[in-house]
């Protein structure tokens, strides 16, 4: 049991084993009542099993409610970082080079794991979206004005929204073609 329980990311046994993941303040059940103390353990088989709120697996920022807010903000801020540096570099490259740069630090953490968190309220998605639109100006030297749907054509770079789409898309494809190849 305990080998078990060591393998799952939202569960750790609290004796004999460190703790992996941060637990974030109590829980808040969506009627907006606190969930008493007892839900917060579980006894399987004698082991003590602890809940956790938020975890971070693979990279990707997992909490109990399956709203991505965790990711949502881990990736805001991580992207906060690159404009900084990108504001920094911005006359010192050629635009071949800026193309690299963007996909190298910005987009490649977008593309990974978008077809779950993707799902999100518009809200959470606007905030990358926005980032996103703020580092295309400063890393292609636009002004701030400038249309960010203009500004997407020009480049030709997807907006988040559809990298969700084009990388959902291709999921489906790809789980498609495999189950036709087993008929």
Same mark, same amino acid.
């Given at each position: ?76 801020? /991580?992207?906060? $970082?690159?404009?900084?540096?990108? *504001? %920094?570099?911005?006359?010192? +490259?050629?635009? &071949?080079?800026?193309? #690299? ?54 480049? /030709?770079?997807? $907006?988040?929204?559809?990298?969700? *789409? %084009?990388?959902?898309?291709? +999921?489906?494809? &790809?789980?498609?073609? #495999? ?5």
């Amino acid at each position: 049991m305990k080998k078990v329980c060591r393998n799952l990311p939202f569960v750790t046994p609290v004796a004999g084993v460190k703790q992996s993941a941060k637990v974030h303040g109590p829980l808040v059940h969506p009627s907006r009542k606190k969930i008493g103390d007892e839900f917060n353990t579980l006894n399987v088989g004698g082991v003590i099993i602890e809940r956790l709120y938020e975890v971070k697996y693979l990279g990707t920022y997992l909490d109990d409610q399956l709203n991505w807010k965790p990711h949502i903000n881990y990736l805001s801020q /991580k992207q906060t $970082k690159i404009l900084c540096a990108f *504001k %920094l570099i911005k006359n010192l +490259l050629p635009k &071949q080079y800026r193309y #690299q740069l963007y996909h190298a630090y910005h987009y490649s953490q977008i593309c990974y794991g978008i077809e779950t968190y993707g799902i999100v309220t518009k809200s959470n998605l606007n905030k990358i979206q926005s980032l996103q639109n703020k580092i295309i100006k400063v890393v292609f030297n636009k002004d701030w004005l400038t249309p960010t749907n203009d500004l997407h054509r020009e480049l /030709k770079i997807l $907006k988040v929204e559809d990298v969700h *789409k %084009l990388f959902t898309l291709r +999921l489906i494809y &790809q789980h498609q073609t #495999q189950i036709a190849s087993y008929l």
